[in-house]
């Protein structure tokens, strides 16, 4: 029964994509959108651009994400032959399409120097000597920049360890934390939206945070039952991505970039429910309590009244990887030095565990579908004569699968004047598994962005809706967030609920999909695709970037929104 279960699934959903095209929408369920309500005039496009769009290809599509899903790539791990091949061949066709290269000193890449590091030794203990079971009371990270570190300090509970007094809610508020280690538990306040929730939640953010009111480090409580601790975000999946791989360094080896550490934070790490759980006894309190007020939006943060001695040690292994960076010039004397960037992840897991007997995680529809629809938007601007006002400069990153550490890279070191960039399109695995009826533009809300994403997807006939899955905290999980939260406005395009049945329930089709496929192995050509969905997430993409790239005033936050820069 398994085996004939696993034959019928790809049948079956290319059934109901079939059925999809041959009904009619119907516009009366149509699911709630998210963008504010705005009197836009019609938009109108030249014949030119009009022919360029139409000329992006899904057989072309299919073709690019073949060869980059191809056996012979091994995954597209960075700093493995298999992703130089990737290099290679996003370059070609980049250099095919009219694309000039963007990268260091006239080149076609930056490169990204990643270093793996490994902890050992560890050791923490509690009130002078009773010392912890490793792997059960708690995790350490390995540090990327100091081989040894050593702490006797206490432990304070923040909460969810946000600190957002613009939105009306501060875990550090009536709490000292400086020296100090705070702990927290994984979660948002209700009433923050789903991109603001997924923000407040990120392990980089929660450690900024820390650093900023003076902690040196952060450990992350589980609160299940089982009351292991829980390490942080490796290669995914069981993947063979380079797992420890958490920081880049320069040629000298200095730390500019780390998914494990920020400004004074030296412990990064886990406790364990049970542990957790007795240390708040100890100061008189009750998680379980506790957890409805934060939930509620209420903090509750104290000291654990508990000293801690932490020490561990870390060992280092560097390797090398690449950005792939190409741009066409703009038109405007003045507006040619700004740049609208069309991003999308090139790497993927690599080769790791065997699922049903295949251990190549060959990363098809992600990332491969994005970064062929980054260069159908590229094929676009081939077949335009008059080119945009604003330079186009597209980027294939490395790392995003290690925690967006190519893109965090060059949004912080970009290979373009630092603030010329003005906006980012981010195209990561859209899922082409059924008709594109409708979209949600994550982290489009906080920007004037939602008017080009309003006027694009209009022009095409689609609906912009609410994220459908707020509870996957999709936003800060692929390369659009590194932009973020250095400035620049910016966006990733996923699927809608929209159904063609009327039943608004693609969510529901997604997942089946997602539990077979994502970060598996199975996740390879012969798995289930619609190109035609492809080709219109390729022309939105593209037509919310040209709209950019158009429009004399620079794209803004909205005023008072969490990401607005002063």
Request: no cysteine.
């Amino acid at each position: 029964m398994t085996k004939l279960y696993k034959l019928l699934l790809p049948i079956l959903f290319v059934a109901i994509s079939f059925i999809g095209y041959a009904q009619q929408v119907k516009p009366t369920d149509a699911p709630k959108t998210n963008m504010p309500p705005m009197a836009l005039p019609q938009l109108k496009l030249s014949k030119e651009v009009t022919k360029a769009m139409d000329m992006v290809d899904s057989n072309q599509i299919r073709a690019d994400v073949t060869y980059l899903a191809d056996d012979k790539l091994l995954g597209r791990a960075p700093g493995t032959p298999g992703y130089q091949m990737a290099v290679d061949y996003v370059v070609g066709r980049l250099k095919g399409l009219g694309v000039k290269p963007a990268g260091e000193n006239g080149t076609w890449v930056q490169t990204v120097k990643f270093r793996k590091s490994f902890s050992s030794d560890g050791l923490m203990a509690i009130d002078g000597g009773t010392e912890l079971k490793k792997g059960t009371d708690y995790t350490i990270s390995s540090n990327p920049s100091k081989a040894n570190v050593k702490a006797t300090t206490g432990l304070v509970f923040v909460g969810y360890g946000a600190s957002e007094p613009k939105l009306g809610y501060d875990d550090y508020a009536g709490v000292d934390v400086k020296g100090k280690i705070v702990v927290v538990v994984s979660g948002a306040p209700d009433k923050f939206s789903s991109s603001v929730s997924a923000h407040t939640r990120n392990r980089t953010q929660i450690m900024k945070a820390a650093s900023e009111h003076g902690a040196i480090g952060v450990l992350v409580a589980s609160v299940d039952t089982g009351g292991a601790a829980r390490g942080g975000r490796g290669g995914g999946g069981g993947g063979g991505a380079p797992r420890g791989v958490n920081n880049i360094v320069d040629e000298t080896g200095k730390t500019v970039v780390s998914s494990v550490q920020y400004g004074n934070i030296d412990i990064n790490g886990t406790l364990g429910a049970q542990l957790f759980n007795t240390l708040a006894q100890k100061a008189g309190k009750n998680i379980k309590t506790i957890l409805p007020q934060l939930k509620a939006g209420t903090p509750n943060s104290f000291d654990l009244n508990t000293t801690v001695n932490v020490s561990y040690t870390s060992t280092y292994q560097d390797m090398i990887s690449y950005n792939v960076v190409g741009t066409i010039e703009g038109t405007d004397p003045k507006l040619k030095k700004e740049y609208v960037v069309h991003s999308a992840h090139l790497d993927h897991l690599g080769v790791g565990r065997p699922v049903q007997g295949d251990s190549i995680y060959n990363g098809a529809h992600d990332n491969a579908v994005g970064t062929a629809s980054v260069l159908a938007i590229a094929n676009v601007y081939k077949n335009i004569k008059v080119k945009p006002k604003r330079s186009i400069i597209f980027i294939l990153m490395t790392g995003e699968e290690l925690g967006d550490m190519g893109s965090s890279y060059f949004a912080k070191h970009p290979t373009v004047p630092t603030g010329s960039m003005v906006a980012d399109v981010n195209t990561d695995m859209p899922t082409i598994i059924a008709p594109l009826l409708s979209v949600t533009a994550l982290g489009a809300e906080h920007s004037s962005l939602a008017t080009q994403v309003a006027q694009a997807a209009g022009y095409l006939g689609l609906g912009v809706e609410d994220d459908p899955e707020p509870t996957q905290a999709r936003f800060t999980r692929s390369d659009q967030y590194s932009f973020v939260v250095n400035g620049i406005p910016a966006l990733h395009i996923k699927y809608g609920a929209k159904t063609a049945d009327g039943k608004n329930n693609l969510n529901d089709f997604v997942a089946v999909w997602r539990a077979k496929y994502y970060h598996k192995p199975q996740d390879d050509i012969n798995g289930i695709f619609d190109f035609r969905a492809g080709k219109t997430y390729a022309e939105l993409n593209f037509l919310i970037g040209y709209l950019v790239a158009q429009d004399p005033n620079r794209p803004t936050w909205n005023k008072g929104d969490i990401f607005e820069t002063n």
